[in-house]
T-cell receptor, first 111, second 115 residues
């Protein structure tokens, strides 16, 4: 079963607006990552934040992590139509590469 | 550098058959993981291989198996296929397993349909 929940399940915005997606998880973690998936294809890694970090930026992406609340958020600023995709958070808690994914948020950016 | 390559991209099988999926990791990557994605269960971890050894296994029945070869290429096998095995199977590779080294690069997936 999945580690946690993501909300919203779906988000529709206009090009140029900001999109915020939230992820909650259930157990302690080492790292939390965000991935993007276009139309049922493979996942593309976006950003990794370690459990001792609170915020991380990469281009138009900003990720926050609150380990006390077991939650993370992904902010995409100045969204573009090309950002239309599903976004997943994934956590890992042990040695190795087992990732536990959230249910994902479907983002639609209208031009 | 070529990405993760999965073959075939699409497969149609009937119940009771078996299927083998292949994954070639990024050159130099030695860890390969497999995931199953379905609309109902989402993305679920199947297993991970490193140095030809299974290091982690998800909660799947024994019908799901895999292996890794000395060149790091991996295969997964599903025997006695069931309708519920219809899914997108994703392979991911990374340099080595380990805490803080878990950025995984995914292939485009193999979409399996079981009729």
């Amino acid at each position: 079963s999945q580690q946690g929940e993501e909300d919203p399940q779906a988000l529709s915005i206009q090009e140029g607006e900001n999109a915020t997606m939230n992820c909650s998880y259930k157990t302690s973690i080492n790292n939390l990552q965000w991935y993007r998936q276009n139309s049922g294809r493979g996942l593309v890694h976006l950003i990794l934040i370690r459990s001792n970090e609170r915020e991380k930026h990469s281009g138009r992406l900003r990720v926050t992590l609150d380990t006390s609340k077991k939650s993370s958020s992904l902010l995409i600023t100045a969204s573009r139509a090309a950002d239309t995709a599903s976004y997943f958070c994934a956590t890992d808690k042990s040695y190795g590469n087992k990732l536990v994914f959230g249910a994902g948020t479907i983002l639609r950016v209208k031009s | 550098k070529a990405g993760v390559t999965q073959t075939p991209r699409y497969l149609i099988k009937t119940r009771g058959q078996q299927v083998t999926l292949s994954c070639s990791p990024i050159s130099g990557h030695r860890s390969v993981s497999w995931y199953q994605q379905t609309p109902g269960q989402g993305l679920q971890f199947l297993f991970e291989y490193f140095s030809e050894t299974q290091r982690n296994k998800g909660n799947f029945p024994g019908r799901f198996s895999g292996r890794q070869f000395s060149n790091s290429r991996s295969e997964m096998n599903v025997s006695t296929l069931e309708l519920g095995d219809s899914a997108l199977y994703l392979c991911a590779s990374s340099l080595v397993p380990g805490v803080g080294k878990n950025i995984q690069y995914f292939g485009a997936g193999t979409r399996l349909s079981v009729l």
